[in-house]
């Protein structure tokens, strides 16, 4: 009779080492990969605009090696209503969990930090006073 406790134990005791698992460590190499544009969303006073439902695309290569590749496009959301589209070569650094791009065009990914979790990268940033703000979701 003692040993059905003293088994009970011990299979209690092993319940969330068998159903625990490790957290995503963002590190280059877990990080690194292609990803493509699953949200975009910018507000500002007239409220939100979805891009993606616009024509927005996004595609970008994260090499191990920091650099980048791919490209955006966004119809209308240049000059005088004129659509970017831009070559994503540059690099990317990795700090803890955020990952910044550095694009050789100047392109709201400059601006946007981003935070990496497993297969995907989410990014926000609001541009101080003026009421706008960005939202980024890119996925492997």
């Known amino acids: 009779m003692k040993q059905i ?13 068998a159903c625990s698992h490790d957290p995503f460590t963002p590190n ?12 975009l969303t910018t507000t500002d006073l007239g409220g939100p ?10 595609r970008i290569s994260l090499a ?4 980048t590749s791919g490209r955006l496009f966004m ?6 209503g004129s659509d970017v589209d831009v070559n994503m070569t540059g690099t990317w650094t ?3 969990a955020t990952v910044e791009f550095h694009p050789s065009y100047d392109t709201l990914l400059r ?26 979701i890119l996925t492997k």
């Open 75 to 80: 119809p209308g959301a240049g000059l005088g």
């Open 49 to 58: 605009r979805d891009w993606v439902a616009m024509g927005a695309t996004l």
């Open 94 to 96: 990795l700090a803890v």
């Open 28 to 39: 280059i190499d877990s990080v690194a990969g292609d990803y493509h544009l699953q949200s």
């Open 111 to 136: 601006d946007v930090t981003f935070i990496a979790y497993e297969n995907r990268l989410i990014g926000d940033h609001a541009y101080g006073s003026s009421g706008v703000s960005v939202r980024i």
């Open 5 to 17: 406790p003293r088994l009970l134990a011990v299979a209690v005791a092993a319940l969330p080492v």
């Open 64 to 67: 191990p090696n920091g650099t």
